[in-house]
């Protein structure tokens, strides 16, 4: 019985976690629906492409810093999130960055390309910047 009740629960937690992995073109529409500018969109598809896989529940670890980087955008929990209340630079709670709804993720990463452009993220700096970058129009088109 006690077995069934913990597995029961632990159901319900895993369950109650939502996450979604984003296809290019969805994403560029949310994102461009959100007000990014569309010149803008090719690096920033590039920069979640590489950081978190599109992936919104994607967390990693850096041992170097020990501090983790959370969501699409892997926002760090030493700088833009805290994990264990909302706080640091975008005011969060690092957990509320990776779900599904990923308006907070948006708000946040804006912040921080006014102060850095997108120099704060290794996996653009390495992946995209200067790089020939596939354009979106494709995800615009009629019929899409």
């Given at each position: 019985m006690k077995l069934f009740?913990?597995?029961?629960?632990?159901?319900?937690?895993?369950?109650?976690?939502?996450?979604?992995?984003?296809?290019?073109?969805?994403?560029?529409?949310?994102?461009?629906?959100?007000?990014f500018p569309k010149e803008q969109l090719p690096d920033w598809l590039c920069l979640v492409e590489y950081e978190s896989g599109f992936n919104t529940t994607a967390v990693r670890s850096a041992k170097k810093n020990r501090s983790k980087y959370y969501g699409l955008f892997q926002l760090q929990s030493a700088y833009h999130c805290n994990e264990w209340i909302a706080g640091n630079e975008c005011h969060l709670k690092c957990s509320s960055l990776v779900n599904d709804d990923i308006s907070d993720d948006m708000r946040c990463a804006r912040s921080i390309y006014r102060r850095s452009f997108f120099n704060s993220w290794e996996g653009w700096r390495n992946n995209c910047q200067g790089k020939q970058l596939p354009g979106v129009a494709e995800c615009f088109a009629t019929g899409k």
């Open positions: 009740f913990v597995s029961a629960l632990l159901l319900a937690v895993l369950g109650s976690c939502s996450g979604k992995i984003y296809n290019r073109c969805e994403l560029a529409r949310l994102m461009a629906a959100n007000r």
